[in-house]
């Protein structure tokens, strides 16, 4: 029964080996023109002279460069860029499409002869408004003529109707009073008698 115990530690022995490590040269990657995908960063180079250290009286500074960096690599998103793999290109070169409004507009026969019927038709329809302008202005000043005609009218149909009520008490104040007297002296030199035959 012991023997069984040593034949799992045979098995776990048998599985302890190595694997051997083996490396397999690879193709160097091809270098892409970082120039049309990424714009490079700005380094800057400073000559400094000796200085004392601001924050150390007892450092001095021999003469030395400083590389500062003034602008980090970004992302270009400019259009009709293309990058190259080595001699191949790896987006296309074609114009990407642009805003309407800077195209120039296609020009052909047909788009041309629609382009003057419509020039045509804003001079018409140019022309049509300043003739009803004008007729508006004419229909204006005849309405407000109407207007001041029309009060006159009414301030003398007031006038007239006031006149006739004024007629009116007049001859109800003629018909209520006597009739006047005839005269009894006379103005002439004539006598009364003369006139009899």
């Known amino acids: 029964m012991k023997i069984l115990h040593f034949i799992p530690l045979m098995f776990l022995t048998a599985c ?32 400094v002279g000796r200085y004392a250290d601001p924050n150390d009286d007892l450092v001095m500074h021999e003469e030395h460069v400083v590389y500062r960096v003034e602008e ?10 293309a990058a190259t793999i080595g001699s191949t ?10 805003d309407a409004a800077f195209n120039p507009l296609p020009v052909n026969d047909a788009v041309l002869a629609e382009v003057n019927a419509q020039k045509l038709a804003t001079v018409q329809i140019m022309l049509e408004a300043r003739t009803l302008s004008a007729a508006l202005a004419q229909f204006q000043t005849a309405l407000q003529q109407t207007k001041t005609n029309l009060q006159e009218t009414a301030v003398l149909r007031a006038a007239v109707i ?21 005269p009894s002296n006379s103005t002439t030199n004539e006598s009364s008698d003369s006139l009899s035959p």
């Not at 302890?16 to 180079?45: G, H, M, Y």
């Not at 980090?72 to 860029?81: F, K, S």
């Not at 007049?170 to 209520?176: D, G, M, T, Y």
């Open 16 to 47: 302890s080996t190595t694997p051997k490590l083996t490396l397999r040269p690879q193709q160097p990657s091809q270098a892409v023109d970082n120039s049309a995908v990424r714009f490079p960063e700005i380094v800057r180079a400073y000559h």
């Open 72 to 81: 980090n690599t970004r992302w270009d998103l400019r259009p009709l860029r």
């Open 162 to 182: 006031q006149m006739k009520k004024r007629l009116d008490t007049l001859e109800a104040a003629q018909e209520q009073s006597p009739p006047p007297l005839p």
């Open 89 to 98: 290109v790896i987006f296309p070169t074609e114009p990407a499409p642009c």
